[in-house]
């Protein structure tokens, strides 16, 4: 730095040396980070908030709390979440998407494969089941690579095994 210094007859900003300037940069971004943070956190219970007053006035609406579920997973209160797709499914309990997504939750946090294997087998091996729910079954299997484990396990138990 001496070396620019002399050629470009550089100073520092304010009579700040570099490593004041860098501390003043790095103290700015973690109070940015921290603001950040609580408006986040203030944004996502405004959320929660709303589709809880929302709830309140429609009790036996599955999907409110499905979307109540899904703030939460989004961020990452998955005991919540957890919680609420239970709800949603003890209202409307035909619901695919839900128990998908309580499966999908299941599996990735309570790292339960049976009991995520056997709510994604009551989607996939319904005898009504839905082509995108069997698609979004398959694909996320896949990509977990679980796909032929899940397969031998419950594709022989089911009424329909396409």
Do not use: W
Not at 23 to 29: D, M, Q, R
Not at 73 to 93: F, Q, V, W
Not at 123 to 139: C, G, H, L, T, W
């Amino acid at each position: 730095m001496d070396f620019f210094n002399k050629i470009f007859n550089l100073r520092p900003a304010a009579g700040f040396d570099h490593i004041q300037i860098l501390a003043i940069v790095i103290g700015t971004c973690l109070v940015l980070y921290a603001l950040l943070y609580i408006f986040n956190f203030f944004v996502h219970r405004a959320k929660v908030r709303n589709l809880e007053i929302a709830m309140a006035r429609f009790p036996n609406y599955a999907d409110v709390r499905y979307k109540i579920a899904e703030v939460y997973y989004n961020y990452g209160d998955y005991a919540n979440a957890e919680k609420y797709y239970k709800e949603a499914l003890d209202i409307y309990p035909y619901n695919s998407s839900i128990k998908i997504k309580l499966a999908m939750l299941i599996m990735e946090n309570k790292k339960d494969e049976e009991l995520a294997f056997k709510i994604f087998a009551e989607v996939r091996f319904a005898v009504d089941a839905e082509p995108r729910a069997k698609y979004i079954i398959d694909s996320y299997l896949k990509e977990k690579k679980l796909y032929d484990k899940f397969h031998a396990g419950y594709a022989q138990k089911s009424p329909q095994t396409t």
